[in-house]
Structures are given as C-alpha cells and as structure tokens.
C-alpha cells in the first residue's frame, strides 16, 4: 500500500488511513490512486468484516489537493480526470462492499473529504470538526457522489445552500443535518469509533453488505420492487451460516457467534 494511505487487517477489521497530514489529507494522485487501493483490498478481502477509516494529523480531508493540481498546467483538465477515476471507483467499492465503513472525522472534513464521510455507514465527527462542500470556493464543481449522496441525506434546498455558499457545519450541525452519526469529544474519537468498527467486525457480514444496498438503492427502486428485493435477500440471508446462528441464537437464549462465511 502506498504511504499516502495505511492499511492493517486483524481479526477482520480493516483499519484504513489517510496519511497525507502534512497536506491536510487532500487528495493528489496519489493518495487516490491507494485509496481505490484500499478500496478493493476491503471489498474484495474475505478476511474484511468492518472497515475503519481514520486520518492522520489535526483534518480529515481538506478535498482536492489544489497545488498539485495548479501544478499541472493546461493539462489540469486530463490530471483531474485521473484523480476522480481513482476516487469514484473507490467510492463506489466502498458504498457497495458487504463490510460496514465506520469514519472517523476531525477537523476540516471539506470536498472529496465530506464526499468520503457521506459514504460511512457510520460517522462520528470530533466536536470540533467542520464539514463544507468547498469546491466552488476555487471555482470547481463536486465530484465524489457528493451529488448524489447529499442531497438524498440533507434534502435539496439544504444541498444546494451547502454547494453554492459554501456553508461550513458545525460538527454538531452535521449530525441535526444527518451528515454524521454523533459527534465525540476530541481526545476520545478514534477510540470510540474503533470499539464500534469492532463491534460491526464480529457481526454478520454478509447481511450487513444485503441492508447497505437495500439502502442505498432504495431511492431509484419502486415500493414493489423493493420489497421483492427485501424478500429474496432475507430469505437468502435465512439460509446462510449467520442467519441460521442469529435465529438459533435468538431461540436458545444465547449471544450469537457470526462468522461472515456465504
């Protein structure tokens, strides 16, 4: 893995970080090219049940690295192009991967970096983080499914406020706007969300990556038709080692033992 981004596996939770601080996390090259990495090293990795995704120093993101970008020239243009291929394929293994994505978050969450916090099933912000959209701040659009996914999580008008002005959130702001699951004191953010990726990790994987695509897929899908896709995915689910675990668990009384196995 590239020393733009960290990657460990241990017992099924892989712990993925952002390791550009001295340029406040943005995305270069680079750091995209291992993040789509990473990405499918979680999504395609058997041995992946959670996925925790923290930042190295004081910011989360600060979006696109903008120096490298001015560094280009007139071929900025084709550079970003590269730049988005790597991080939309990432995003997209990540929205689409059976193992839940916990986000850690602290200080400035502003670009690609809310476009990646918008992707976390799970997202705990520092109190003193801020999240903001950014991009027309230096004359550029968004990018990272931040289109797709914040209008469907905050509502349009609120979307679009974020978008054209710029508004920064508040960490607390961002959980009203449902952007983030809650919000942790400072000094106990990565702590908290590490036992909740832990927790995910021992889980039932498979059922977990079955309820993140009912979810994510809901909004282009008919009433009907969802629920035809509810009904064969619960009676897969049924069938499978985890299912069969959960309910026996549940009749006997016990704490369930889930595996992740198909």
Not at 1 to 10: D, F, I, P, Q
Not at 85 to 102: I, N, W
Not at 131 to 142: D, V, W
């Amino acid at each position: 893995m590239s020393e733009a981004v960290t990657l460990t596996v241990e017992d099924g939770l892989a712990r993925l970080t952002l390791n550009r601080p001295e340029a406040y996390n943005t995305l270069n090259k680079a750091l995209a090219d291992a993040l789509m990495a990473a990405a499918v090293r979680c999504a395609e990795g058997g041995d992946v049940r959670a996925v925790l995704l923290t930042a190295e120093g004081r910011n989360f993101c600060g979006g696109g690295d903008l120096k490298s970008f001015h560094a280009q020239g007139d071929g900025v243009g084709a550079h970003i192009r590269e730049v988005t291929y790597s991080l939309h394929a990432a995003c997209a293994m990540f929205a689409r991967m059976d193992a839940p994505l916990v986000i850690a978050a602290q200080g400035a969450v502003a670009g690609a970096g809310l476009s990646i916090a918008l992707l976390g099933d799970l997202v705990y912000a520092a109190e003193s983080a801020f999240f903001t959209m950014a991009y027309t701040a230096a004359g550029l659009s968004p990018d990272g499914g931040s289109t797709f996914l914040l209008p469907r999580v905050v509502g349009l008008r609120r979307a679009q406020e974020m978008a054209l002005t710029n508004r920064r959130l508040t960490a607390a702001e961002a959980v009203d706007w449902g952007i983030a699951t809650a919000t942790v004191p400072d000094g106990h953010l990565q702590l908290h969300a590490a036992e909740i990726a832990r927790k995910l990790a021992d889980g039932p994987s498979r059922a977990f990556g079955r309820a993140k695509r009912l979810l994510i897929d809901s909004f282009d899908t008919g009433f009907e038709a969802q629920m035809d896709r509810e009904g064969r995915y619960i009676a897969a689910a049924a069938g499978e080692p985890d299912g069969r675990e959960g309910v026996d668990a549940f009749v006997n009384k016990r704490r369930p033992v889930f595996t992740g196995r198909a």
